[in-house]
Structures are given as structure tokens and as C-alpha cells.
């Protein structure tokens, strides 16, 4: 299976920076690409479109086909990457696929029965933010009508090489890029783009959205961003929901710092507007897609800027 696509090209007017290592390739983990003159003070991530598959990993999963397209964003790099060369924003994109590694997880987000020996002694429990618990923590162990991914367990080593390969050097370039963008901006917005599967109605006659944008309920974001990108797709007359079901996870709790200046929106595509009725491969519509979030890539980046300008670093939620 390949690998994701991210990467704007390697010339005097991108920094490309290849990072993390796949274990059991020689693959890079992620691609982060920067434009050098940073027209945008936007950076987009794409933590769950990576599909470098190492043979062992497929080999280990009960039904690799039928588990790696329902936990890929699938294909949203696609949508990523030209959002990126259209408007000049930041780029960061997984090549490591989300069923090795949850990069939208804690890493300490373990569910301990996967791994051979359980959890060692010198580890605390974890309480919060248990995903593991549904069956989709650090490493996914099942899907909803599937069962277990997994024919067997793993060891320490194995989940300690994801964790050093993947999780820690994505999560640290994103952390320095957002800061170099604050720091040219006086702000900068991280929009971490996903998928979704198509929501169901609620009630007869119900539209369900197409777009969710998390923001933490409040809290990974000033609240002037958000109203920006609602009263934008409102324009473009697309249903639209705000943080149910999706208000963002990990990624937004760990890098989202409005007081200085750092805000972070999840943005939740449904994946019919941009695949095939299978939800496989890219259909005629992701162009439509792409113009679409385009437009709202640069009114957001508009309004980051102002509030950089205005230096109003005040949470929303307060």
C-alpha cells in the first residue's frame, strides 16, 4: 500500500523537512513542508491519512483491506495538499497509517491488553481520555461490527519503536512549526483535517452536515475563528455542525494555546462529498471539496492574521 501524499517540492522556496521513521521500513513517518516566505499563517495536518503499510503490519492484521480504509481519513492528503499549494499554507502530513499508530491519541493512551506482558508496573493508569477503552486508543484494536484488527498481541519494544518513531517527532515538528508561524504572524492556526463517515439523519427530513468543526467547545480556539468558518460555509449553503460529534481530540488538547497566540479548529469532511458511493478512491466531486475548503483555508487565515495584528491572545471560552 503507498504512502500518503504531502510533499510541495523541494526548492529554494519550501522547507521540507521528512521526519520519524516507519518501524520496519526505511519510510519517513511524516512530510511537514513550509512555503519560506509563509504568505498564511495557517498550518494544515493530516494525522490519519498515512498508508505506508509494512508488510509485517499487514500481515498481523485480521482483515488489512477492510481495517486500513475504515481507519484512514482516506485519501483527505489528496485534499490537503492542494489546499496547501493553492493558498501557501503549511503542510504536515502522516505517512505512517493511523492502524500502527493513533497520532490523534495520547501516547500514554494504551489499551495494555494488546501488548505482551501487559502494562509494566512502572506505568500509572491512565483515568482520562481512555479512547482505548472503544477500542480505538493509541493502536486501534477494534472496529464496530468487525471485531478485533489484530490476530495477536504485541511487545514493549514494538509499541515503544511506534511511539519514538512516530508519535514523538510528528507532535514535536508541529509544535516548532506552529511557533514559527506565531512567532512571523502573532498568531497561527492549526486546522487538523479528517474524515468522516457519512452521519445519519436524526429524524425524517433531517439534512445531516457534511462539515464538523471542532474546537474543544471553546477552548482550542478564540471564538472569532470559528464564527469566521461557520458564517463562511454558510454562504456556501453546506450543513454544517459545530463540535457534536466530532469537537476535536489530542492534537487540539496538546497544541492549541490561544492565550499565546496558537489556535487549532478540527475540520471533519464527510467522506461521500469527495469519494466514490464505496468510499475508496477520490470521485469527480473532491475538486468541488478542494475550492470549497480553499476559500475557508484563506478566510480563516484572514481572520488569524487580524487577531495577530490585534494581538488578542484571549480564550474564547473564558
Not at 494555546?257 to 469519494?275: D, V
Request: aromatic share 4%.
Amino acid at each position: 500500500m503507498k504512502r500518503a501524499a504531502g510533499e510541495l517540492g523541494k526548492d529554494k522556496d519550501h522547507l521540507v523537512e521528512h521526519g520519524g521513521m516507519i518501524p520496519g521500513t526505511s519510510e519517513p513517518a511524516f512530510t511537514l513542508s513550509l512555503r519560506a516566505d509563509c504568505p498564511i499563517p495557517v498550518i494544515i495536518a493530516a494525522p490519519h491519512a498515512g498508508r505506508a503499510y509494512p508488510g509485517a503490519l499487514l500481515g498481523a492484521m485480521r482483515d488489512p483491506e477492510y481495517s486500513a480504509i475504515r481507519l484512514e481519513d482516506r485519501h483527505v492528503d489528496r485534499i490537503a495538499l492542494e489546499i496547501a499549494r493553492q493558498t501557501g499554507a503549511g503542510l504536515l502530513v502522516a505517512h505512517a497509517p493511523r492502524a500502527m499508530l493513533d497520532l490523534n491519541r495520547n501516547s500514554d493512551d494504551v489499551d495494555w491488553e494488546m501488548i505482551r506482558g501487559g502494562r509494566p508496573s512502572d506505568v500509572r493508569r491512565n483515568l482520562t481520555n481512555r479512547r482505548s477503552r472503544t477500542g480505538l486508543g493509541l493502536i486501534p484494536r477494534r472496529l464496530a461490527r468487525h471485531g478485533e484488527i489484530w490476530k495477536a498481541q504485541i511487545s514493549h519494544d514494538q509499541l515503544t519503536a511506534r511511539i519514538d518513531g512516530i508519535h514523538r517527532p510528528y507532535h514535536q515538528a508541529l509544535a516548532k512549526a506552529l511557533e514559527a508561524v506565531r512567532d512571523r504572524w502573532g498568531a497561527a492556526l492549526l486546522i487538523d483535517l479528517h474524515s468522516m463517515p457519512p452521519l445519519k439523519p436524526r429524524h425524517e427530513g433531517d439534512r445531516p452536515a457534511e462539515i464538523v468543526i471542532g474546537d474543544r467547545f471553546g477552548a482550542s480556539s478564540d471564538g472569532l475563528l470559528v464564527a469566521a468558518a461557520l458564517a463562511y460555509l454558510a454562504r456556501q449553503e453546506k450543513t454544517v455542525a459545530h463540535n457534536r460529534p466530532y469537537a476535536g481530540g489530542y492534537v487540539l488538547d496538546r497544541h492549541a494555546a490561544p492565550a499565546r497566540g496558537i489556535h487549532a479548529l478540527q475540520l471533519e469532511l464527510c467522506r461521500s462529498t469527495y469519494l466514490d458511493r464505496r468510499l475508496e478512491e477520490p470521485s469527480a466531486r473532491m475538486a468541488g471539496m478542494v475550492r470549497l475548503v480553499c476559500g475557508l483555508v484563506r478566510e480563516l487565515g484572514g481572520t488569524a492574521a487580524a487577531l495577530g495584528r490585534s494581538g488578542n491572545f484571549s480564550i474564547a471560552a473564558e
